[in-house]
């Protein structure tokens, strides 16, 4: 937004700032206006998502100069002004009449919007303007995904050009960060663009504008803050003003709620009464809420750091803590999210043994193929240890390192069935949920760095955080100094130490909870992987025999697609290109018979997650339906078979369940069938085999795993076998073809 000659010029990032906060559409009004100075931007790495964005458009132009060097325009970046502005526009509209195949950023002016297009792309689409052929918009993004932003700016070009051309581009186009380009029908969305960009002039009309001296939207918390220049002053204006938003785990419409009530300061929900509970917020939120902002509250009064143990509920909190081990490890990643465009790399890998002479070790990879190795390196690792030490458990905090270890699995085809091993196991124990599910702390965020007040551990590292991290690596990249890595290693290393301090303090907290709710609270049992029958194969045992035809069908699988694959794969869209008709075949229906497994895992991966994180299923997931309380005067009815119907009330919320079969999470196990489900009166009818007792205690439901594939496996193993042995363009040569 800029005032020139006396009048407001927009751009299409106005637009999404409108839609992101109404504040920060005003703010920059009074920096147009002089009102305000716009503070320098001091997020480092916001300056270096920038800086990899623009290498990308950048290589991607590399790119279309060597396909196009005769057909491509390239402008530069225009001076401010309305005159310069002008002539940028009149020189994209020269550049499209000589019918230039790519032209780079493109200038649209018409006296109100300003836009500057990554690219024009010249299709063969007539148009009043050029004759027979017109331009579509591509714009080049960093993301894996589109999102709502990106098709306003295309949308808001795309205006300009059917202004220019005489006609609306048909499609628009956003290369992703891996490469991929997507496309988008634009008459599928102008509509909406529209709209909004009618409700943004009126909000930015003159009367509105001219006589603003500050900003009258309250800063209150949005997504875009972790990318906006102005968030720390926004910051500091709750922390004045003692805003709910201070409040750890509190959402944007529970604030709604609250103020509705005329509960507006953190205190003032630290003091309320029950009394004072918003419509429409369920008790049990409102009484977590409060107990959040009185112990917060109270921390500012006292130095000592505060902390508050919940009642113990079976398979949760401190129930999932297993016993101490020796060999017990405690695990940390260093990742950056930047490295490449859509991908990001681990580089390092970092582990704290307190039973080992030399306590901690660290597994570095560099770059791509360095980041395999290390991988394999470190599930080579946990599984030797756990030969050695078969009670031992891996200790974490929060879900990236399990979520890292399963996507890399994956990525880089390998170690996939020891991962699952680990998995199955429950060798993994994420601390996060301990905390979470056990107790309340008097601080605003539940970050492994704020638990650290509760125990001794002092960091001397320049590395502070895990951003700063990324930055050091990303500077290491461009300047490759040791001392640089050197500190990274130990900032992991704190954080691996950081993690073992944390399971001593939850041990002590454990005994604590028992001595003074009066329960004995059990270890989270020792789970192995496989637990076979017998320990050598029963000729008379079902089980024996098939345990012992799955493995041999594990291995006919693996032969054939060993037999398929090449012995190195293609890592591009150009080497596959390139490969003989008849290998890429191989190739292609090898990778198929991997299909069904490898869909599986993130499909049981999200189920298993969700089992894992019952007390997250109201708040925070929306395929779950959480808060189930079977209603006690609605008498079971009987179904026949040993099955009863049962209703359930449940409190508002989102969610995607529907009739058909749903899971007991804290089970995991069937619950039975969903016949229905009322979403005005939240009335849900259950049919199920459980007892009455059972039946009071099923409190959510979940989607069931994935539907199982066994026919599609073995028909793919089919034709897998017709391939190797060259009869399938005989036995079925549709899918020769």
Not at 136 to 158: H, M, P, R, W
Not at 486 to 503: F, G, K, P, Q
Not at 599 to 625: H, T
Not at 637 to 642: L, P
């Amino acid at each position: 937004m800029h005032l020139l000659d006396g009048r407001f010029v927009y751009a299409a990032s106005d637009l999404n700032d409108y839609l992101e906060c109404r504040r920060l559409t005003e703010l920059e009004a009074l920096v147009a206006r002089g009102l305000l100075v716009e503070p320098e931007p001091t997020d480092d790495q916001a300056a270096l998502v920038r800086r990899k964005g623009e290498e990308y458009e950048r290589r991607h132009l590399e790119r279309l100069r060597g396909e196009h060097a005769e057909e491509l325009v390239e402008f530069g970046r225009s001076e401010a002004g309305v005159e310069s502005y002008r002539e940028a526009e009149a020189a994209t509209l020269a550049a499209m009449r000589r019918g230039a195949r790519i032209i780079y950023q493109a200038t649209f002016f018409d006296e109100t919007f300003l836009g500057r297009a990554d690219f024009l792309r010249r299709v063969p689409v007539p148009s009043p303007a050029l004759g027979d052929y017109s331009y579509e918009v591509v714009d080049t993004k960093l993301a894996l995904a589109t999102k709502g932003y990106f098709l306003v700016q295309i949308c808001n070009y795309s205006e300009h050009l059917e202004r220019l051309q005489g006609v609306l581009p048909r499609y628009g186009y956003v290369i992703l960060g891996n490469g991929a380009e997507e496309h988008f029908r634009l008459g599928e969305y102008m509509a909406y663009y529209r709209h909004l960009k009618r409700a943004f002039l009126r909000y930015v009309s003159e009367a509105t504008l001219d006589g603003l001296e500050q900003a009258r939207h309250y800063p209150l918390k949005v997504s875009h803050c972790a990318y906006c220049a102005w968030d720390p002053a926004c910051a500091a204006q709750r922390r004045v003003d003692d805003h709910l938003s201070l409040v750890a785990w509190m959402r944007s419409d529970q604030i709604a709620k609250l103020q509705t009530a005329g509960i507006t300061r953190l205190d003032e929900l630290a003091q309320a009464t029950d009394e004072q509970r918003p419509l429409g917020m369920g008790a049990e939120t409102f009484t977590r809420l409060r107990r959040q902002a009185s112990l917060q509250a109270l921390a500012r009064r006292e130095p000592e750091p505060r902390y508050e143990l919940l009642p113990a509920e079976p398979a949760l909190g401190f129930e999932l803590l297993p016993a101490p081990s020796t060999g017990d490890v405690f695990f940390d990643i260093e990742g950056d999210p930047l490295f490449q465009p859509g991908r990001g790399l681990e580089y390092l890998f970092g582990f704290w043994m307190p039973d080992d002479d030399e306590p901690y070790r660290a597994f570095w990879g560099r770059d791509r193929a360095a980041e395999k190795h290390a991988f394999e390196q470190v599930v080579d690792f946990i599984t030797e240890r756990r030969r050695k030490f078969p009670a031992m458990h891996v200790y974490h905090y929060a879900g990236y390192e399990k979520s890292a270890l399963r996507r890399l699995a994956q990525e880089h085809g390998t170690r996939e069935e020891d991962v699952d091993d680990i998995l199955r196991a429950e060798v993994l124990v994420d601390l996060f949920t301990v905390v979470r599910q056990a107790l309340a702390i008097s601080e605003e965020r539940y970050g492994l760095k704020n638990l650290e007040t509760f125990y001794e551990l002092v960091r001397q590292t320049q590395t502070k955080k895990g951003d700063d991290s990324i930055l050091m690596f990303e500077r290491w990249l461009i300047e490759p100094d040791q001392k640089l890595l050197d500190d990274v290693e130990a900032y992991n290393r704190d954080d691996c130490r950081s993690t073992h301090l944390l399971r001593e303090w939850l041990l002590a907290r454990r005994a604590e909870a028992a001595a003074k709710f009066g329960v004995e609270i059990p270890w989270r049992p020792l789970k192995a992987s496989h637990e076979p029958c017998h320990t050598e194969f029963v000729e008379s045992c079902k089980k024996c025999k098939s345990r012992r035809e799955e493995e041999r069908e594990k291995e006919r699988l693996s032969d054939l697609e060993r037999g398929l694959l090449p012995p190195i794969l293609p890592q591009t869209e150009q080497e596959y290109a390139m490969m003989p008709p008849v290998a890429r075949m191989r190739y292609l229906m090898g990778v198929l018979l991997a299909y069904h497994r490898r869909e599986e895992r993130p499909a049981w991966w999200e189920y298993f997650d969700r089992c894992d994180n019952v007390d997250d299923l109201l708040e925070f997931d929306k395929a779950a339906l959480a808060g189930l309380t079977l209603l006690e005067d609605r008498p079971p009815e009987d179904a026949g078979r040993k099955s009863f119907v049962y209703s359930y009330s449940f409190p508002d919320q989102q969610h995607k369940m529907q009739p058909g079969e749903a899971h007991d999470p804290r089970r995991v196990h069937s619950a039975g069938t969903i016949l229905s489900i009322d979403d005005d009166k939240n009335l849900l009818r259950l049919k199920t085999t459980a007892p009455l007792e059972r039946a009071r205690k099923i409190n959510e439901l979940i989607p069931p795993g994935p539907p199982p594939t066994a026919v599609q496996r073995n028909a793919l193993k089919r034709i897998a076998t017709a391939l190797c042995t060259e009869r399938l363009r005989h036995q079925h040569p549709a899918t020769f073809d």
